[in-house]
């Protein structure tokens, strides 16, 4: 799959041409630790490092993406997507301010949240979605949910962003009317453990409107990559591997989260984005994988 397509990219290194190894956690932590050594940080500078460091380096990825169907009125329109915040134990609430911050500065003209707010307790969902609440856009805040989202609590965690005025779309879509021009936002239930059903989530769809979808796991693309009224799939899931090595690629990456794990991926004149999320999931490391924050500019094609 190519990602030789406009746009600018992380540092993070390309390795979706290679088969993932499987670690168990002691033999992943032995294999990043000689790996970090071998920069010359040490045992304790590669502790620090990954552990403290890089985790909390949030980065800004900026694409301009040309997209078929884009009228003059869309032409220069800002979509930031956060991703993946799993808050508490590893993930803290200041790490969450820190990307609403720079998503504010950042002037978005719509705000998507693509899954995966917290990480084994669905109540702190309240917490999160106190600061969600700060992010403010021309057009909205939309969110759909992930599966870790499902393995806690969805109820409850839908509650807690609709609380605060974050619209959650499931197989639902909304148009978003720009000048003369119509985008339409389409966001699936979750692909592990939801119910994702795409013709519901563009029921009220019409002929000719450039069409976003959010869907949590990316390498369900498959399913809709062909469809001729998907222009970009949004995605999260994977968090790149939060570990990528030089020349290889991340070591681990979760199911459904495989074949497309960061960046941008596109088919004929469809794409697909995988945003590398904010948060962490055990073991909690970043390493050349830095937490991100999306910044999307559509252009005429």
Known sequence: ????????????FNGSDIVPMR??????????GHVLAAYGLGTLGAYQYSIHL?????????ILLPLKAIGGALDGFKIVQLSDFHLYPYTDIELVQSAVTITQRLEPDLVVLTGDYVLDLADVVFDLAEVLSQL????????????????????????GLEEQGISVLKNKGVQIAVGRDVLYLAGLDDGWDGKPDVDAALSTWSEGMPTIMLLHEPDFWDLYKSDPRIDLQLSGHSHGGQVRLPGYGAPILPDYGRKYDHGLYH?????????RGIGVVPPPVRFNCRPEVTEITLTVA
Request: charged share 25%; net charge negative; hydrophobic share 35%.
């Open 1 to 12: 799959m190519s990602k030789d397509v406009p746009g600018i990219y992380s540092p993070c």
């Open 23 to 32: 670690l168990d956690r002691r033999s992943f932590l032995k294999v990043l």
């Open 54 to 62: 890089e985790p909390e380096w949030l980065s800004v990825t900026k």
């Open 136 to 159: 403010n856009s021309v057009h909205g805040v939309y969110a759909i949910l992930g599966n870790h989202d499902y393995w806690t609590d969805a109820e409850v965690v839908k509650q």
């Open 267 to 275: 088919f004929s004149d469809r794409y697909l984005y995988v945003n």
